[in-house]
């Protein structure tokens, strides 16, 4: 396939789903990260209780500022998504690069663009990667059927037979001979119809 798939939640509650995951995600991050800077900076014997003040003080900061950014990207995703009326990478690349300009509006129009380059090209990236992971993991596709057999032959339900089969073989069962011992006669059952037809002979 040339795209990955796109199944996401609807729009509505997609901005809350990516709001709570990047708060989520800030905050663990930033938790770990700054519980470490807490530890190193703090003076010997007081280490972990400045790592818990770092964490205390940096990490719901951290995670706001997450949730800001997934919320804004989720929102600009949906809207793109009702422009474009269907969900493919681009929806995502153009989200990124709006959210990296609106957030940095306030320092200057120069600022704000570099920041919606940068968006735009980090999302590709990462929409890149994603194909490409997709590409790799998926399973080889599966032969059709007449591919697995050699030029010739026929598989049921098909013509193509190889020569040499004996009289009366269709595909099927071939022919059998019974005698009906009450009459004498025999009967030829028929690999196409199923049915019993007597013979004389």
Known sequence: ??????????????????????FSMGAVGGSVFHFIVGLKNSPRGERFHGGIQAVSLNAPRVGGSFAVWGGLFSTFDCGMVFLRQKEDPWNSIAAGAATGGFLQMRQGLASSTRSAIFGGVLLALIEGAGILMNKMLAPPPIPRLEEQFPPGMGYPGR???????????????????????????????????????????
């Open 1 to 22: 396939m040339a795209m990955p798939d796109h199944v996401r939640e609807p729009c509505p509650d997609r901005i809350l789903d990516d709001l709570g995951g990047a």
């Open 159 to 201: 013509s193509g037979l190889p020569a040499g089969l004996p009289p009366g073989y269709m595909g099927g069962t071939p022919t059998t001979n019974q005698m009906d011992p009450r009459q004498g006669q025999r009967q030829v059952n028929s690999p196409v119809s199923g049915e019993f037809s007597k013979d004389n002979s």
